[in-house]
C-alpha cells in the first residue's frame, strides 16, 4: 500500500516525478523510513514507497531539485541503494574511499536491527524482532545477557529481601500468646542460593528463551556509533542495519567525593554476592534501592546507617509516607541521618572515617568498620556509545530523549528502557522494547501511556502506587479530593494485629474517577494492580465503594477507603457500605 504526503505549496511549484527501484527494504518500516527522510528533504514534494515491489516514487521540485539529487538523497537514507543510480559508498567500509554496489556487500555483519544492551529492554526487542522475520544482531558490554533485574537488581534483592522477612518474623510477633525464638542464619548459604537463583532465571528466562532464534546474533562487547546505521564493536569489527534500538540500562551514579574512589565502596551489584556477612553498613542515599537493602541487611544482623543529603528518605514521595517508614525502620534499629552531606573519605586502619557537613551547619566525623556502599541513585549508560558522532540528544543527566513512540530524533534510531528518560521498572523497558521495534519497522505506530503506571518499593511496610499523588494533582490543576483511611480500620489488619500504614485514594471530583493512589502496607504492593487498572480504565469512586470484596483480605481496605470519601467508616458495621 503506498503512503503518500505531501507538502504545502505543491499546486505553486513547478514538479517532477521520478521512479526509482530501492534495494535494501524488508518490511513496511524501511518504506516508511525512506519516506520520513525523504520529506525532510528541501524540495521534496511527496514520496511513496512501497517496499514488496522495491519501487519509490518522489515528487520534487525542479527549481530546487534534479533526478540525480532525488538518487542521492534516497542513497543516503540508513542501509537503502537506488538500482542502476548513482550508487552511494558502502557504509562499512571506514578505510576506503571507493563506492561499491550495496548488494555485493551483503554479508554477516549487515543486519535488519541492531540491539544495544542485553537486559529487559534488549530482550523484548529481540523477541518482537523474531516475531516479525528480522535478522538482528544483539550486542552486550557490562553485566551479563539479562542486564540489571535479574543479575543485580530486582531478583536477588527481592530474593535477599523475603529470606530477611523469614528471620525478623522468627524474632518478632504481632501476638502476645507467641513468643518466637530466632533463627539461625547462615548468611553464606543465603548468598549461594541467591546466586543459583540468578543463574536460573537468567538461564531460564533469557537465554533459554531465545535459543532456537533463527534470525538472532548475540555478541559480547562494547558497541560505538561510526554513523546512525553502523556501530564498531571493542573498536574492530563493524556492524550495520537498517534501524538500532539503544537499551543499555543504567548503572550506580557515583558521587564525586574527595578520598570515596580510594576507600573503596560498594553498589547492588557487589553487595549482593559478599558472601561473608558484613560487620556494618553506611549507605549512602535512601532512594528506593538504599531502603530495600536497609532493611534486608539489618534483618540479616547487619548494623545498618543511611546518610540521606536531603530531608528525608524517599524524598520522592509525601511526608505521610515517609513518616510510616521511618518509624518503623528507625524500631528495628536502623540509623537514618537526614540532611547530612558526606564531604571527604578517608582511611584509618581497617575503618573508613566519613566527614560530613551537619544540619545545623556544623561538621562531623563517622566511622564506619564495615564496608561503605553507594546507592545515590543512577546514571544511563550513554557516554561510551559515540553518541556525538549521530547528534542523538541527550537529557541533562544524559538520559536518550524518547517520544511515547520511543523514537529518537535520529529517524532510525530508538532508545528503550533506563537509557532513556522513561520510567526506570523492568517491566516498561520490556514494553518499550518492543514498541520501538514495532515502531521502527510497522506503519501502525504504539504508544506506550504511563499515567496509570504502577510501581512498589519492597520496604516493610511496603510502599506502592499508582497515578498521580495530591500533590502532582495540585500542580496539574485537577480539581481532587483525597481520602486516607488508615488500616486500623481494615478487618484484615486488624486480625492479623499488624495496622502499620494507610490507604489513599485521589479522586477527580468533576468526573468522580479515581486519578491516584498511594499504599502503605505489608504486603500493600498486591493491591495496587487493580487500583492502576481502575485508573487506566476511569472507574469511579462510586465504582468501587459498592463494588463485592472479600471479608477479611486487604483489598476490602479499598471499598473502605473509597466509602471514606462520603462517609465515616469508624461508625460503619462490619460488610457495610
Known amino acids: 500500500m503506498k503512503n503518500i504526503f505531501k507538502k504545502k505549496n505543491e499546486l505553486s511549484q513547478k514538479t517532477e516525478t521520478v521512479s526509482l527501484q530501492i534495494e535494501g527494504m524488508t518490511c513496511s518500516g524501511c518504506s516508511s523510513h525512506i519516506e520520513k527522510d525523504m520529506n525532510k528533504t528541501e524540495g521534496v514534494v511527496s514520496s511513496a514507497v512501497n517496499h514488496e515491489t522495491g519501487k519509490g516514487e518522489f515528487t520534487f521540485d525542479t527549481d530546487k531539485l534534479n533526478k540525480s539529487a532525488i538518487v542521492d538523497a534516497v542513497n543516503g537514507v540508513g542501509m537503502y541503494s537506488v538500482v542502476n543510480g548513482n550508487e552511494k559508498e558502502d557504509c562499512c567500509d571506514s578505510t576506503s574511499d571507493s563506492t561499491t554496489n550495496k548488494a555485493s556487500n551483503k554479508g554477516k555483519n549487515q543486519f535488519d536491527l541492531i540491539v544495544i544492551g542485553g537486559g529487559s529492554a534488549a530482550f523484548s526487542a529481540a523477541i518482537k524482532a523474531e516475531s516479525l522475520g528480522l535478522t538482528t544482531l ?121 578520598g570515596l574512589n580510594e576507600v573503596g565502596y560498594l553498589t547492588n551489584v557487589s553487595l549482593f554476592d559478599l558472601e561473608e556477612k558484613p560487620k556494618s553498613l553506611t549507605i549512602m542515599g535512601a532512594g528506593y534501592i538504599g531502603l530495600e537493602m536497609a532493611m534486608a541487611y539489618n534483618r540479616l544482623g547487619v548494623k545498618v546507617r543511611i546518610i540521606e543529603f536531603t530531608d528525608r528518605p524517599l524524598r520522592s514521595q509525601t511526608e505521610d509516607i515517609t513518616d510510616v517508614l521511618v518509624e518503623q525502620m528507625k524500631s528495628e534499629g536502623i540509623e537514618i541521618l537526614p540532611n547530612f552531606r558526606a564531604f571527604k573519605f578517608e582511611k584509618e586502619g581497617n575503618d573508613t572515617i566519613i566527614h560530613c557537613n551537619c544540619p545545623d551547619g556544623s561538621t562531623t566525623q563517622i566511622v564506619e568498620k564495615g564496608h561503605i556502599v553507594v546507592a545515590t541513585g543512577t546514571t544511563p549508560n550513554t557516554s561510551k556509545l559515540g553518541l556525538e558522532n549521530i547528534d542523538l540528544k541527550l537529557s541533562e543527566r544524559g538520559h536518550i530523549v524518547v517520544n511515547e513512540k520511543m523514537e529518537t530524533n535520529v529517524s532510525n534510531i530508538y532508545g528503550a528502557g533506563d537509557a532513556t528518560n522513561t520510567p526506570p521498572f523492568v517491566y516498561t523497558a520490556a514494553t518499550e522494547g518492543s514498541t520501538a521495534v514495532n515502531n521502527a519497522f510497522s506503519l501502525s505506530k504504539q504508544s506506550v501511556d504511563y499515567a496509570s503506571l504502577p510501581w512498589v518499593v519492597f520496604t516493610d511496610p511496603q510502599i506502592a502506587g499508582a497515578g498521580m499523588d495530591e500533590y502532582e494533582a495540585e500542580k496539574e490543576g485537577i480539581p481532587f479530593e483525597v481520602s486516607k483511611l488508615e488500616l486500623s480500620h481494615v478487618p484484615r489488619a486488624l486480625a492479623a494485629q499488624d495496622t502499620r500504614g494507610f490507604i489513599k485514594l485521589i479522586r477527580n471530583t468533576v468526573t468522580d474517577k479515581l486519578i491516584g493512589a498511594r499504599v502503605v502496607a505489608p504486603e500493600g504492593g498486591e493491591l495496587i494492580q487493580q487500583l492502576s487498572m481502575a485508573i487506566k480504565y476511569g472507574i469511579t469512586i462510586k465504582d468501587l465503594a459498592e463494588s463485592f470484596y472479600p471479608y477479611l483480605t486487604l483489598g476490602e481496605g479499598i471499598k473502605l477507603a473509597a466509602i471514606t470519601f462520603g462517609k465515616d467508616v469508624s461508625k460503619l458495621s462490619c460488610c457495610a457500605s
Not at 145 to 168: D, H, M, Q, W
Not at 198 to 221: C, H, I, P, R
Open 138 to 258: 544483539m550486542v552486550n558490554g557490562g553485566l551479563d545477557f539479562g542486564g540489571t533485574c535479574v543479575n543485580v537488581g530486582c531478583v536477588p534483592s527481592k530474593n535477599l529481601i523475603r529470606a530477611a522477612e523469614t528471620a525478623y518474623h522468627a524474632t518478632h510477633s504481632n501476638f502476645a500468646g507467641i513468643k518466637p525464638k530466632g533463627a539461625d542464619i547462615d548468611f553464606a548459604q543465603i548468598i549461594k542460593d541467591k546466586k543459583a537463583l540468578v543463574a536460573a532465571l537468567q538461564q531460564q528466562k533469557y537465554m533459554d528463551v531465545v535459543s532456537d532464534f533463527e534470525n538472532l546474533t548475540m555478541l559480547k562487547g562494547w558497541a560505538e556509533f561510526v554513523n546512525n546505521n553502523t556501530i564498531i564493536v571493542d573498536g574492530k569489527d563493524t556492524y550495520t542495519a537498517t534501524n538500532v534500538v539503544i537499551a543499555t540500562g543504567a548503572t550506580t551514579n557515583i558521587p564525586n567525593i574527595e
